[in-house]
């Protein structure tokens, strides 16, 4: 979970930077990633009244995505756990009048029965090939809002 210093952190930089900079997260492909990412985006419900202050609701969401994986061999996944699945009723509770393409995501990673780390990538694009895609992604819009 973010600490309150980057949360702070990064509000302030969304606010320097005004309302035309995309505001990209890129997270491991699993419902602990999904859950960072909402904690920048709304805050969470231990900050209280607080919660908003800090909130970046421009957020988006660049990657990991399934599509990102496809050639990701199985072997570089993980099981999802437990706890992942236990995670993700709430999560797709929490996103479902808000961001429906996120709650897409979190379905095929439900669905797979499959998580991964940003790592994953590595293994088939390398450091330069997955520098590469991200910055397709972003130049072509390429995220989930």
């Known amino acids: 979970m973010p600490d309150l210093a980057s949360r702070a ?8 930077a005004g ?11 699993n419902p602990a990633g999904v859950h960072i990412l909402l904690s920048y985006k709304y805050g969470t419900a231990a900050m209280g009244l607080e919660a908003a202050r800090y909130a970046v609701p421009s957020l988006c ?8 994986l496809q050639d990701v061999p199985r072997s570089a996944c993980q099981e999802l756990t437990h ?6 009723p709430n999560l797709k ?14 379905e095929e990673m439900e ?5 991964a780390d940003i790592e ?10 997955l520098a590469e895609e991200l910055s397709r992604r ?8």
């Open 9 to 16: 952190f990064l509000a302030a930089l969304v606010a320097a």
């Open 19 to 29: 309302p035309g900079l995309p505001v990209l997260g890129l997270v491991d492909w």
């Open 61 to 68: 969401w660049l990657g990991i995505n399934s599509d990102m």
């Open 83 to 88: 706890r992942d699945l236990g995670l993700i």
């Open 93 to 106: 509770s929490k996103l479902a009048d808000t961001c429906p393409d996120w709650v897409a995501e979190i």
């Open 111 to 115: 669905e797979s029965g499959l998580k």
């Open 120 to 129: 994953a990538l590595y293994g088939v694009l390398g450091h330069q090939g």
């Open 138 to 145: 972003i130049v072509a819009q390429q995220y989930l809002s």
